[in-house]
């Protein structure tokens, strides 16, 4: 029962910039920090951004995030091959009380 | 660094309660937040709820009903019980840190352990 919506997937060449969105509400993404995910195949997921816009140490600057008002985006600028994974968002919700992940998006380097 | 490795059984029968637990290791479960997310099969993530080091428990209202989670803090580890279970709960199990607070990001986590629900 995701509450947050992505894209499906999202595509781009070596070297391009791709965006990802997340849309969500008032309750979540309007009133709570945001925070990305990285998964590749057969692994757990890893933080890419929290805060909304916060990268952890060893993180790439080409990934960046940023939010407004009830939605936020993921930006992968100098795209790389080894960045195909799926990408998560993820917020706490405050009328659910519980953590919320978006659907996910498959980001592919053509 | 922080280690976290889940352990159970991986089938389970339908109707029956799925037992998972965490050991935590490179630090102790004092004094954070901890979870458990879920995975099925070529989907999304599904968290299923957090216990605090001090016992206070948070579940996702979608499985509330069914959903126990505890800690061992002299074992340092934390445990989940999902009862009543459906081939709609054959997912990948994690277990996660989160960074601070209930609602902060999670930082650590487990590999993560395949659990199929047959009979």
């Known amino acids: 029962q995701s509450v947050l919506t992505q894209p499906p997937s999202a595509s781009g060449a070596p070297g391009q910039r791709v965006t990802v969105s997340c849309s969500g509400s008032y309750s979540n993404i309007g009133s709570n920090y945001v925070y990305w995910y990285q998964q590749f195949p057969g692994t757990a997921p890893q933080v890419l951004i929290y805060?909304?816009?916060q990268r952890p140490s060893g993180v790439p600057d080409r990934f960046s995030g940023s939010k407004s008002g009830t939605s936020a985006s993921l930006a992968i600028s100098g795209l790389r091959s080894e960045d195909e994974a799926a990408y998560y968002c993820?917020?706490?919700?405050?009328?659910?009380?519980?953590?919320?992940f978006g659907t996910g998006t498959e980001v592919s380097v053509l | 660094q922080v280690r976290l490795q889940e352990s159970g059984p991986g089938l389970v029968k339908p109707s029956e309660t799925l037992s998972l637990t965490c050991s935590v290791s490179?630090?102790?479960?004092?004094?954070?937040?901890w979870s458990w997310i879920r995975q099925p099969p070529g989907k999304g993530l599904e968290w299923i709820g957090y216990?605090?080091?001090?016992?206070?428990?948070k579940n996702n209202p979608f499985l509330r009903s069914r959903v126990t989670i505890s800690a061992d803090t002299s074992k340092n580890l934390f445990s989940l019980k999902l009862s009543s279970v459906t081939a709609a709960d054959t997912a990948v199990y994690f277990c996660?840190?989160?960074?601070?607070?209930?609602?902060?990001?999670?930082?650590?986590w487990g590999q993560g352990i395949p659990v199929s629900v047959s009979s």
């Open positions: 805060r909304d816009n």
């Open positions: 993820a917020a706490w919700d405050d009328s659910l009380s519980a953590q919320v």
């Open positions: 216990i605090y080091f001090s016992g206070k428990t």
């Open positions: 996660a840190r989160h960074h601070s607070g209930y609602d902060a990001h999670f930082d650590y």
């Open positions: 490179g630090g102790s479960i004092s004094p954070h937040y």
